[in-house]
């Protein structure tokens, strides 16, 4: 049976529960805990605990500090120690650095290589700006959200309306900041598209958006760790007394806001935000889609998006091998169902992934942006988690080497699937 998780994968070793140091970062605990599908799973992400996207048979997975697991038996779950990942050795990244945890790169390393990109490429590559981070609207450092379009570029391309020539591909990751896997997946993408490949061949067709990093806040802080990358998830906005601040963007969109799987509690790691979209990121991605894709979808949870829709949306996650599709506040079905689950199929039997709505292999959570996506605009909207649960290569943190070796060439193969399905995908 497989060994499911943790961030420990991040050092590769099995350790015994130890006390965390006096200076830096404590002791992470990964804790399993028995929550099968259904009421027991919901009521676990109802409390607001940093559950995993991982699950083995009938057992969820949750990460915490040294009391996380008093609490769990206190609101009535069994939970028992499944790894322990003590601090690594404390190296604050430098603030000239451009990489961080042995090749990771930093925020201004990524939006530099957008600019850099699009200054060797003009004939394909376009830079946009399409708004700020929180702490930028606050005055407070902070980033220019960046995005970048690539094309064999023709009159009509790359402008921002829904009525552009070709079928669009949007493909973002690090909207969670902690899954650093997926910002170096967008890094690869974006190069890859560029070099005459292949994937530069399709270009002719189709459009292509990324966004290698959707919450350069959160990212910010992760990579502050250097040697010990900080296990942030949400933005920046907002306080907390016991646990990390900010909103979790992934709960945040408008889309059955404020129901499953989700936190009013500002520390939880699924708090929702005060409202539905309340979050910059949020807005700014949403308005960015709508300049990018026609609405061919009329509203209602069943409804069906029209045949003549042209275009998907894939936002990167890790971890737990699995191509997820709406809905996810639920497990009842879209008017595409049948449309996504082959496009979701075709993508997993590239990977060895899982394919299946969030509620057929994990739990069902709501105000995540893939359901925006498909409700707002009816475009195809995907959610990848990249990465084994455990072992070197899984987890939030990966050995870099992992990256090249073993994450991107099923990523590779996936992106090339969906950028052929985006002309006519249902």
Not at 305 to 329: C, E, I, K, Q
């Amino acid at each position: 049976m497989r060994t499911a998780l943790a961030l420990l994968a991040c050092l590769g070793l099995l350790l015994s529960p130890s006390p965390a140091p006096a200076e830096g970062p404590p002791a992470t605990f990964v804790l399993r805990v028995p929550a099968p599908l259904g009421s027991e799973a919901q009521r676990l992400l109802g409390l607001g605990y940093d559950v995993l996207e991982q699950r083995d048979g009938a057992d969820l997975f949750v990460v915490g500090g040294a009391h996380t697991a008093d609490k769990l038996r206190s609101d009535g779950f069994r939970p028992a120690v499944e790894t322990v990942m003590p601090p690594s050795q404390w190296a604050p990244r430098s603030l000239g650095d451009s990489t961080y945890y042995g090749g990771y790169r930093t925020v201004t390393a990524h939006i530099a290589h957008l600019d850099e990109v699009a200054k060797a490429h003009p004939n394909l590559a376009t830079v946009v700006d399409y708004g700020d981070s929180w702490r930028k609207t606050q005055g407070a450092g902070g980033y220019d959200l960046k995005a970048i379009c690539i094309t064999q570029k023709r009159p009509g391309d790359c402008a921002l309306t829904p009525t552009a020539p070709k079928p669009r591909l949007f493909v973002m990751g690090q909207l969670h900041a902690r899954e650093i896997t997926t910002g170096d997946m967008a890094w690869r993408f974006v190069d890859d598209l560029v070099s005459g490949s292949d994937l530069t061949a399709l270009l002719g067709s189709v459009e292509v958006w990324v966004v290698p990093i959707a919450n350069p806040d959160g990212v910010e802080i992760v990579e502050s760790g250097g040697d010990s990358p900080v296990l942030q998830r949400k933005n920046a906005n907002g306080t907390c007394s016991n646990g990390q601040r900010g909103v979790d963007l992934n709960r945040n969109a408008g889309s059955h806001w404020g129901e499953v799987g989700t936190s009013t509690n500002r520390c939880s790691e699924v708090y929702r935000g005060p409202r539905a979209d309340s979050e910059v990121e949020t807005q700014a991605l949403q308005s960015l889609w709508r300049k990018l894709y026609r609405d061919t979808r009329a509203p209602g949870d069943t409804a069906a998006a029209s045949a003549d829709t042209t275009g998907a949306v894939v936002s990167m996650h890790s971890y737990g091998n699995y191509v997820l599709f709406p809905w996810g506040w639920s497990t009842q079905k879209t008017g595409n169902d049948a449309a996504l689950r082959r496009m979701a199929q075709d993508m997993a039997a590239v990977s060895g992934f899982r394919a299946g709505q969030p509620g057929e292999l994990l739990y069902n959570a709501s105000g995540a942006t893939d359901d925006w996506v498909y409700e707002d605009l009816g475009v195809p909207s995907f959610v990848w988690e990249i990465g084994a649960g455990s072992g070197t290569c899984g987890g939030f943190f990966p050995a870099y080497s992992c990256q090249q070796e073993v994450h991107w060439p099923k990523v590779r193969s996936m992106l090339v699937s969906a950028m052929k399905a985006t002309k006519k995908p249902y």
